[in-house]
Nanobody, 122 residues
Framework: QVQLVESGGGLVQAGGSLRLSCAAS????????MGWFRQAPGKEREFVAG???????KFADSVKGRFTISRENAKNTVYLQMNSLKPAATAVYYC????????????????WGQGTQVTVSS
């Protein structure tokens, strides 16, 4: 069983930056693929970024070049650094975990955090 807790959300102006953190419980964190997703009101949950146990990464086209993802296995934590934020990034951001590799489909993830709100003002 893995429990995930996100933090770092908040209100930021367009063009600003935020760093989200996701702290995981469990001794096998290093073996999990970790993903970040977001869900805006009235929209489906969408993939943002993911990082494998091998540290290889994957990003949605909409965030490439502006967002980075990293993990610190010694702290059981994964991070999402978001730069040059746009109002369209306003959403609840969720951290998720699964065994095997990063995929973009939310239903393929086994564990989810409660989410953290990110609001980007214009």
């Amino acid at each position: 069983q893995v429990q995930l807790v996100e933090s770092g959300g908040g209100l930021v102006q367009a063009g600003g930056s935020l760093r989200l953190s996701c702290a995981a419980s469990g001794r096998t964190f290093s073996t999990y693929a970790m993903g970040w997703f977001r869900q805006a009101p009235g929209k489906e949950r969408e993939f943002v970024a993911g990082i494998n146990w091998s540290y290889s990464t994957k990003f949605a086209d909409s965030v490439k070049g502006r967002f980075t993802i990293s993990r610190e296995n010694a702290k059981n934590t994964v991070y999402l650094q978001m730069n040059s934020l746009k109002p369209a990034a306003t959403a609840v951001y969720y951290c998720a975990a699964r065994s095997s590799r990063v995929v973009v489909t939310p239903s393929n993830y086994d564990y989810w955090g409660q989410g953290t709100q990110v609001t980007v003002s214009s």
